[in-house]
């Protein structure tokens, strides 16, 4: 700032100091120790997530090959190209898709019920909110492994207690069939999931002043009625902020899959063909290219999801 | 107490402005001076831009124009602490997790003040303020009366140049809101150092200030002695705010035949006194806002030659207060479309739906400009 | 609202099913790992085990347990010192977190500075990009700075993972606070900074918790990243590990679960112990 000629010492008792100080040091003050304050968090987003993000970008349009000597040659989009054109890019991002509307369908209507049911007050309540969060607390990799032995093909509690109920005849492979592998990773996640999704849900509900049942009851709606025209009607900006949670949540789905079935090539996520394609193929760029993919879609899906919230809340 | 400080000078404002981001104006041109040892209030409705006023004045908020001095000092665009002053705050603002004790003397502590010197300075204010037995609770440990006047204890032991209150009052119930307003007035004769206290309740700017300010949208519309806006209002809105029930305001038309002066409403007609002549001349035989107080009407009885003009109406509704009677009549005349609202001895009788003849005291009628609403006098 | 016997019912038989949901894979974890190989071979499949047995936590803690059940290996001493690893890794990145966001959430919610709003959403926009986009990006950057491997490069990605998605919680949550005391602490002689020092910062004591939890979970769940940035038992995180113990052919269930529940524990005991402030962060923040 140049305008240090005015620079006062606060405490020059000030007989005259004429009308107009134009120096305000409580703002400079403000300015100074917020910008100290931000730096560090300042700092680290710009080294470590925009500057790499950045050079990432740059590799994604370049090709592979460096034996051609110094810079690798610039290929533009070409690289996304290969990508999205791959049989198994193309599975993946389908896989992905699947995992993300199935995880999102169930956890609103698992949480919805879940909240319902919990929000109001009830003797032991707070015990079953604490036992509600475990699920979430605890790391994918260690839930996936908890399940692993439900799936499991011989001695697997699934397959055992079904062949008990004579509703299959042999043992089933849960995991090697496409459709069920899905159906069991996706559930996995959603159990981890489902506490998040349930408290934004609850925290919803609570905001939703008694008043207006007492009204509508007067009125005589009955209670499905209330549900369908206030309830979710009013939960609109929870349901969006839970939408936003499942969906960036499962579009990144890893671990389940990793510790349940591997790299296998039926339920490969997008995130685990990149995964493979950089770190066990080696194949940098492709992988980075993908990466983006990931990025933009999750991007878009949030995008969407801050223009219906901003919609449902004037 | 030696408080050489307190003594050099008050609270000065001199063309402040305040304009906030997004071009809404806060505070305009105000100019406002606290004398050394006065108390005055600011009111106004809400949005007036009260708050902000003092909030600049403590340097919470920047201004847009204009200089604040303190104690003779410019403190403009001085950070708080540099500003020597003390605040109360609406919600009283205490620290959660400290003591009474710890609470009271923070201020001591930030400016390096000796231990034990800190310690007598909190006892001391603790036993003006009668909080002695709760120095080692808690905030959340204490009542609502409890944490006002730890508030103020936090703000007294600094022995600041300047006081500054912000609705300090207004949570509390109206039981311990009156004790509470005695108790302000009588800390700060004690202290004596200049303060500014802000609320939108006209009941303690009347009780407590020695000097009353009203603010409306940013601007000062009159400052004075409560009696003074009681009895001089500049306008029809401090007409309107100072009073309560508030002025009747009535269109009149102003007659003038020969010596006898007269403003017609309707039906009938009230004599005006002769030293009120002067200023209504350029007025005459034009409309003009007639203003009667609630108080200044008499019940039939009372009614004495010359002293009171009579107006007949029809009584619409009568409260009674107890102590009091509120009579809201109708006039019969079209222009004049609100009640006119009438306080009269308790032991009046008056029957809704009948007519009823009642005296207005001729020496207290008030007249304003109809199209400025600036008082004429 | 009125109730019905039915619909009070329903209720009971849905928040039961809540809790079984919600404790069934804990309970089946905890069952497996006191079991023996045997048991869990049987068919059918026995959800308890004959006699429950401590071999699994022994085996995996490198005592006397046969460390070589079901073509698994369990070097004696790995797990510990994984869980050790994550215990590290997960102190030092919550402290270095916990600092840069409350003091960047802070600044952006109470401070008026030039660049606050491009800087805020610079770094909050930040918070849709996947993780793994930013490490694949990183990956080449931290070998050549010897990073990888590293219990201090593993810190520095979770640091800078993490605290774009704290700070905004911080900076909701500060803005959720009553200003009155601060300004009252300002007009008391307080600088700015003493002010967040001695009277913000333990008005923030639950959110501070919350927040607390909410990251510990996070970086001790983290499996992605040191699974890329790890190699060795030098910087090897528990999530990691486990893994490792899922056989090719059969897998050693007890010993897995074993893992599984050790590795659980500390995280469940966060956020049973803050579970309140966890969910009047989450909460609030919706």
């Not at chain 2, 905030?139 to 912000?166: H, K, N, T, Y």
């Not at chain 3, 491997?149 to 605290?163: A, I, N, P, Y």
């Amino acid at each position: 700032m140049g305008s240090d000629i005015c620079k006062r010492e606060p405490h020059t008792g000030g007989e005259s100091s004429g009308p107009s100080r134009r120096v305000d040091l409580a703002a400079r003050e403000a300015t100074r120790v917020g910008m100290l304050m931000v730096a560090p968090a300042v700092i680290i987003t710009a080294a470590l997530v925009i500057y790499p993000l950045a050079t990432g970008f740059e590799t994604s349009l370049r090709s592979g090959d460096t034996a051609v000597g110094g810079q690798p040659r610039f290929v533009g989009l070409g690289n996304y190209g290969d990508v999205l054109s791959s049989s198994t890019g193309r599975d993946a991002i389908a896989h992905t898709l699947v995992y993300v509307a199935l995880a999102v369908t169930l956890e609103l209507a698992l949480g919805l019920i879940v909240a319902v049911a919990l929000h109001r007050v009830f003797r032991g309540r707070g015990i079953v909110l604490a036992i509600l969060i475990l699920p979430w607390a605890l790391p994918s990799v260690v839930s996936g492994v908890l399940w692993r032995r439900v799936f499991d093909p011989d001695s697997g509690l699934l397959n055992s207690m079904l062949a008990q109920l004579h509703l299959v005849s042999h043992p089933h492979v849960w995991l090697a069939s496409r459709g069920w592998a899905l159906v069991f990773i996706t559930l996995v996640h959603v159990w981890g999931v489902l506490p998040l999704v349930s408290l934004i849900l609850i925290a919803g509900l609570q905001s939703i002043p008694d008043e207006v049942y007492s009204a509508s009851a007067v009125d005589g709606a009955t209670p499905l009625r209330q549900f369908r025209y206030i309830t979710l009607p009013l939960l609109g900006p929870s349901i969006a902020v839970a939408l936003t949670v499942g969906t960036v949540w499962a579009i990144k789905i890893f671990d389940e899959i990793y510790v349940l079935n591997g790299t296998a090539l039926n339920t490969r996520s997008i995130l685990m063909e990149v995964y493979n394609t950089t770190f066990v193929n080696a194949d940098f760029v492709h992988g980075t290219a993908f990466a983006f993919i990931l990025t933009v879609v999750t991007v878009l899906f949030a995008a969407i999801y801050a223009v219906a919230l901003g919609r449902s809340r004037t | 107490m030696d408080r050489p400080e307190a003594t050099r000078g008050g609270i000065v404002l001199e063309g402040v402005g305040k304009e906030f981001l997004g071009g809404v104006v806060a505070v305009r041109d105000l100019s406002l001076a606290v004398e050394p040892g006065e108390f005055v209030v600011l009111v106004g409705p809400s949005g007036c831009g009260k708050s902000t006023t003092l909030r600049i004045v403590a340097g919470l908020e920047a201004v847009t124009v204009g200089e604040v001095r303190i104690a003779g000092r410019v403190v403009t665009g001085l950070p708080p602490r540099h500003r020597n002053v003390a605040m109360v705050f609406q919600n009283y603002a205490l620290y959660a997790h400290m003591t009474v004790r710890a609470n009271i003397g923070f201020g001591l502590k930030m400016v390096g003040t000796p231990k034990r010197e800190t310690r007598a300075r909190v006892d001391q204010a603790a036993d003006i303020l009668g909080i002695t037995n709760l120095l080692d609770r808690k905030p959340r440990q204490l009542s609502g009366g409890q944490r006002q006047r730890v508030a103020m204890g936090r703000a007294i032991v600094r022995e600041p140049a300047a006081f500054l209150m912000d609705e300090p009052l207004s949570n509390l119930d109206a039981k311990l809101r009156v004790e509470m307003r005695a108790e302000i007035t009588n800390v700060h004769r004690r202290i004596g150092a200049p303060t500014l206290y802000v609320t939108h309740d006209q009941t303690e700017a009347m009780t407590m200030g020695d000097r009353v300010a009203i603010l409306r949208d940013g601007a000062l519309e009159q400052i004075g002695t409560p009696l003074e806006l009681y009895e001089r209002p500049v306008n029809i809105f401090v007409a309107g705010f100072i009073g309560s029930p508030a002025m009747n305001l009535l269109p009149a038309k102003l007659d003038s035949s020969g010596d006898a002066w007269h403003a017609s409403i309707g039906g009938f007609r009230l004599l005006i006194p002769p030293k009120a002549r002067a200023a209504l001349r350029p007025f005459a035989g034009r409309e003009v806002l007639l203003g009667l107080r609630p108080e200044d009407f008499v019940s039939t009885d009372d009614v004495r030659d010359g002293k009171h003009g009579i107006i007949e109406a029809t009584v619409q509704r009568a409260e009674s207060l107890g102590s009091e009677l509120l009579v809201y009549l109708s006039i019969n005349d079209a222009a004049a479309s609100r009640p006119l609202t009438v306080r009269l001895d308790r032991r009046t009788a008056m029957r809704e739906g009948t007519p009823a003849r009642i005296g207005v005291d001729l020496q207290r009628l008030y007249f304003f400009d109809s199209h400025s609403g600036a008082a004429i006098r | 609202m009125t109730r019905s016997p039915a619909a009070q019912l329903v209720r009971t038989v849905v928040i039961s099913a809540i809790v079984l949901w919600s404790l069934a894979p804990i309970g089946i974890g905890v069952a497996t790992s006191l079991s023996t190989q045997a048991d869990v071979q049987e068919i059918p499949a026995h959800w308890l085990p004959h006699h429950a047995t401590l071999d699994a936590y022994r085996s995996l803690l490198g005592g006397t347990g046969d460390s070589r059940a079901g073509g698994t290996v369990s070097e004696s001493g790995a797990f510990a010192h994984a869980m050790w690893n994550s215990a590290s890794i997960t102190l030092m990145s919550t402290l270095a977190i916990l600092c840069v966001a409350i003091s960047a959430g802070y600044a952006f919610a109470r401070l008026r500075f030039p660049g606050r709003g491009a800087l805020f959403w610079a770094i909050v926009a930040t918070i849709v990009v996947p993780v793994f986009t930013v490490v694949i990006a990183l990956f080449g950057l931290m070998a050549d700075a010897h990073l990888i491997d590293r219990k201090l490069g593993l810190v520095l990605v979770f640091v800078s993972t993490t605290t774009p998605l704290a700070m905004w919680l911080v900076c909701n949550y500060v803005k959720g606070l009553p200003a009155e005391p601060e300004e009252a602490a300002l007009i008391d002689g307080c600088t700015r900074w003493q002010a967040f020092w001695h009277v913000v910062l333990p008005q923030m004591r639950s959110g501070i918790a919350a927040l607390s939890a909410i990251v510990v979970l996070s970086v001790w769940g983290e499996f992605l990243i040191p699974l890329l940035l790890t190699s060795t038992s030098a910087s090897k995180p528990v999530t990691v590990l486990i893994p490792e113990y899922v056989g090719k052919y059969t897998t050693n269930y007890p010993l897995l679960a074993a893992a599984g529940v050790l590795a659980l524990l500390p995280p469940a005991v966060v956020a049973l112990v803050l579970n309140r402030h966890i969910r009047g962060m989450l909460s609030g923040s919706s």
